[in-house]
């Protein structure tokens, strides 16, 4: 007797055929005539299985009253057609047994909507609802996309490291790793000593495997990493957290428009990818969460993505006559609303800004010549605003330096990163795509807390 997923049963399931399946009760209906229906639900797929337990079948007696929402079942029988409408199969069951029960006085998820905030603070029965188990199906197949589009090209995967001692990004933002005891220093000094410490110097938590990246491009070509990154900023917006995932690729030989090119290509596999694979995950977000998103998707794919320059941008902002909360002028970092303004209401489509000033953007871009602009790049998309952040890197030894020195940085400490401009430096380029924010994008889902398993944001670090 074979033991298949829901999922595979539901769509190619065979008439006749003998089976075992074990999953989660979603209901259970006792009719008048003495049998019962159950709704089983194992995860694989949003549908449920119907199973009808005739009162003779062997366990009914003992166990049908432990059957209920919430309780773990493997249940044996026949597939047969369903007269009901909405499936193409029930299973006409042979044998039950209870796996495990649940008490339907203190089970917390029953079968009703449940807010998301409530759903936050039950992170590990929240997996079990329609909305996580969709989140986490579609959570898979873009990660699985990211892998297949860049190996199909023949990008190699690295793994960068998580424990570092140099801050890529230079907004100080990171969290420190130390074996050092805190509060006996804080004791008996004010100054700490990181040489006593376990790396012999102050370390943290990466905020970007770029750098390092940057090295393996360098040498064995286009490649990838794709991890977790750590960022402390304390910002509580629906868009941020402080452990998310993060696919950085890096190109040799790339500048700008071949960057953006690449990101364009990326973003749309990865739509399409997903909805080809989970259609009627897809259907979910479109009825229940928010239902311009599937056309938005395709809108994305039907289009070519806006390439404007950063100050175009601002122009354009200073001439439009919407409100906004915070400032914008040319050298001061484009908010949210602004970035969403331009994609959501202006362009109604991805928009890949470029040239941003060099005074917002850290020190690796490449300067170009006008001596006020870096060749740097967001792709900001309805909806969630920046997806993508990304440049071509300054490749000229002198101009790096410069860079470094403008930005208050050690070039002791990143020595091994100038090398690479001194031994055989090639122009290059790449992105880092937040992981959430691109499966906030494809599911519509409004809270970035949502669309991970286990948030971490400021004060919450709970599971
Ligand atoms: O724009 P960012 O900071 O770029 C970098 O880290 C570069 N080193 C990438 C590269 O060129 N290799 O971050 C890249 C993306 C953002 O566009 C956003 O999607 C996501 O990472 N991101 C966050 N996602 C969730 N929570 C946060 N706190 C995030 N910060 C950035
Ligand atoms: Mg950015």
């Given amino acids: ?32 005539q003495g049998f019962s229906f159950i709704e089983l639900n194992d995860g694989s797929c949003m549908g449920n299985l119907q199973i009808v337990v005739d009162a003779d079948v062997p366990g009914y007696e003992d166990s049908i009253k432990d059957v209920t929402t919430g309780a773990s079942v493997a249940i044996e029988g026949e597939l047969k057609e369903s007269p009901g409408k909405g499936q193409r199969v029930e299973l006409q069951a042979t044998s039950l047994r209870v796996l495990g029960t649940t008490d339907p006085e203190t089970f917390p998820l029953q079968k009703k909507r449940h807010s998301f905030e409530f759903l936050r603070e039950i992170a590990h029965l929240r997996p079990r609802s329609n909305t996580f188990g969709a989140v986490t199906r579609v959570r898979n197949v873009i990660s699985r996309s990211i892998h297949n589009f860049f190996q199909s090209r023949d990008f190699v995967y690295i793994n960068t490291p998580i424990i570092t001692t140099s801050d890529c990004e230079g907004a100080g933002e990171m969290f420190q790793v130390t074996t050092l005891n805190v509060d006996r220093i804080a004791e008996i000094s004010t100054k700490i000593d ?161 040239d941003y000033p060099r005074t917002i953007k850290p020190f690796y871009m490449y300067c170009n010549d006008d001596g006020k602009t870096v060749r740097a790049m967001d792709v900001l998309v309805p909806r969630v605003g ?8 300054e490749d000229r030894l002198s101009m790096l330096e410069t860079r470094m020195a403008e930005c208050n940085l050690d070039p002791k400490e990143y020595w091994w990163y100038l090398d690479l401009r001194r031994y055989g430096s090639v122009p290059h380029a790449g992105f880092g795509l937040g992981l959430e924010r691109m499966v906030q994008f494809v599911t519509g889902m409004t809270n970035i807390r949502d669309v991970i398993p286990f948030p971490r944001t400021p004060k919450n670090a709970d599971f």
């Fill in 1 to 32: 007797m074979t033991t298949p997923r829901i999922d595979r049963v539901l769509k190619e399931g065979e008439i006749g055929s003998s089976l075992e399946v074990r999953g989660w009760v979603r209901t259970r209906r006792d009719s008048k």
């Fill in 194 to 354: 990181y040489a006593q410490d376990f790396f012999g110097k102050k370390a943290s938590l990466t905020v970007s495997g770029q750098l390092e990246a940057e090295i393996y491009a360098t040498s064995v070509g286009p490649c990838y990493t794709f991890g977790p990154t750590f960022r402390a900023e304390n910002s509580n917006t629906t868009r941020h957290l402080a452990e998310f995932w993060m696919v950085e690729p890096e190109m040799p030989f790339y500048e700008l428009p071949d960057d953006m090119d690449l990101a364009e290509a990326f973003i749309k596999t990865i739509i399409k990818d997903v909805l080809e694979a989970c259609p009627e995950d897809m259907e979910f977000f479109n009825k229940r969460i928010d239902n311009t998103v599937l056309e938005s998707l395709q809108n994305v794919l039907d289009n070519d993505f806006i390439r404007l320059p950063y100050t175009e941008a601002i122009e354009l902002l200073e001439k439009c006559d919407k409100k906004f909360e915070y400032p914008h002028e040319w050298g001061r970092d484009l908010q949210s609303e602004h970035e969403r303004y331009l994609t959501e209401e202006h362009f109604k489509q991805p928009v890949i800004l470029y």
């Fill in 386 to 393: 920046e997806i993508i952040g990304g440049s071509q890197r």
